[in-house]
């Protein structure tokens, strides 16, 4: 039989209701806020910690990892809170050299460790083309791509696709109107544009270098940058992010090239030391002012205006940088023993009011230390001398040594993480902070290597008994 419940009763049951459910509903999204930013219950001595989160991946992923020796129940990729502190990390997978690096897991943080490249034990080798000599060697990484002047007395330029299944490769060459031939001449390439259609060629005859586009589409449309601009050229490079562009030193001038109206510009800036052009077309230029001072400038992507860039150092500087890392700019300055690292924000250069940098960050580095180089990805910056090299990551804020045996001029990126180096006659590849160096394959000579588009295979160069043979080494089993 129902009977209904008391008004005290009700009142009590109220009471709960709206005091204790709205606590409970508190405290559980409490906790689960607490578990987001990795807090954890120790039950071995009772207490609360706060964790990182690690993210584990490899190539190829299927990788058992340890954390200080303790081994994950699951493969890469994977992601695990880990107590904060020092821990040494492993990954291994059969048949491939294991991966170990001590890291740094900062409460409550991510620490992404996905860019692990595991190489095989025994990398096997395949023959694609062989040649009898060798000029020079171009890496294009973004079309997976391998070029080859094999013949330094000829402008003959041969493209191979690297690729997973059979590789292909076509040959073009520099029409021979295009400049003047000579029994003592030498050709090299020295650079791809951003679409690999057009390559730079130098031709050096004794003291004299002539410096011409090579167009692999059509040859006839080939340009002899000496003879149209009319200028005594020193060196030359393509706009990184457009085709159309190429920047020309003359006389420590620099002047902008349009291929696609035939049209040189006025100088953009005299008394160049040094000009570099970042991954968004933009131009970093350093020069002396009459007065002797070093003078830092930018010219935006399509712009012929330069704009000042100024930085509060009474030191000269010795090289600068613009990277873009996580949608942020930053210029980064080299001066003698000192890395300034200025957040930015670069309008159009044709707005002539100067730049000032506002410097975030100052790292020290060894007064021998000349030249930056950005990494593709643009996380990292290598400060560089001929035997000395320092690294500083934009996403630990870290610098790191790295241990140089052959000095850096055979040094170059193979992907946004990974260098590759020639050791005592072997290609070797090292992370961005040095660790995890190992062999591939034999070389004699380092030139330019570039990863098939799915990172299976690495296509490179080896000394035979006959002359040069590029080679596909296997990386993934």
């Known amino acids: ?12 049951l109220f009471v709960l209701t709206y005091t204790l459910v709205p606590l409970l509903i508190i405290a559980i999204v409490t906790l689960l806020v607490l578990m987001i930013q990795g807090y954890r219950f120790s039950a071995t001595n009772n207490t609360v910690y706060q964790a990182g989160l690690v993210q584990f991946g490899t190539t190829p992923n299927g990788a058992t990892v340890t954390v ?31 991966w170990q690096k001590t890291v740094t897991v900062e409460p409550g943080s991510v620490l992404w460790l996905t860019y692990a490249r595991l190489v095989p034990e025994m ?12 000029g020079s060697v171009l890496a294009h990484k973004d079309a997976n791509l391998l070029g080859v002047l094999a013949d330094p007395a000829a ?9 997973s299944g059979a590789s292909s490769d ?26 690999a259609r057009y390559v730079m060629l130098r031709q050096t005859v004794g003291e004299t270098n002539t410096w011409l586009v090579l167009d692999r589409q059509d040859e006839t449309k080939s340009v002899n940058l000496s003879t149209t601009s009319k200028l005594t050229v020193t060196t030359a490079f393509f706009d990184a992010s457009d085709d159309r562009y190429v920047y020309i ?7 902008q090239y349009d291929q696609s109206q035939g049209v040189l510009s006025d100088a953009i800036a005299t008394n160049v030391i040094s000009a570099t052009c970042a991954n968004d077309g933009t131009v970093i230029i350093v020069s002396r002012s009459a007065s002797g001072d070093t003078v830092m400038s930018y010219v935006s992507h399509g712009q012929q205006l330069s704009r000042t860039l100024t930085l509060e150092s009474t030191k000269p500087v010795l090289s600068s940088v613009l990277v873009t890392y996580d949608h942020r700019q930053y210029v980064v300055v080299l001066t003698s023993g000192l890395l300034s690292i200025a957040q930015v924000s670069l309008g159009s250069s044709s707005d002539t009011t100067p730049v000032e940098l506002n410097v975030i960050r100052t790292v020290a580095v060894p007064t021998t230390m000349k030249t930056l180089v950005g990494s593709p990805n643009g996380r990292f910056v290598l400060a560089r001398d001929t035997n000395e090299l320092r690294s500083y990551d934009f996403e630990l804020d870290q610098l790191s040594t790295i241990p140089m045996t052959m000095g850096t001029a ?3 990126w193979l992907d946004d993480y990974h260098l590759l180096d020639r050791v005592d006659g072997k290609l070797m590849m090292l992370e961005f902070d040095g660790g995890n160096v190992v062999p591939i394959v034999d070389v004699d000579t380092q030139f330019a290597s570039v990863l098939s588009s799915d990172g299976r295979y690495l296509y490179c160069l080896q000394k035979t008994a006959d002359g040069y043979a590029v080679v596909r080494a296997q990386m993934i089993l």
């Open 170 to 195: 076509t040959s073009v060459s520099l029409p021979q109107d295009m400049y003047t031939p000579a029994p003592d001449q030498s050709f090299a390439a020295t650079a791809w544009s951003e679409s």
């Open 1 to 12: 039989m129902y009977r209904k419940r008391s008004k005290r009763t009700q009142r009590t």
């Open 123 to 134: 990398v096997t080798t395949e023959t694609l083309n062989t040649y009898a000599s060798m």
């Open 410 to 412: 055979s040094l170059h």
């Open 68 to 98: 200080d020796g303790a081994t994950l129940a699951s493969r890469t990729r994977t992601r695990i809170n880990v107590s904060s502190g020092q821990r040494t990390i492993g990954m291994a997978r059969a048949n491939y050299v294991p």
């Open 249 to 255: 030193l003359a006389g420590n001038a620099l002047y």
């Open 155 to 163: 402008p003959s330029f041969t493209t191979i696709a690297a690729a």
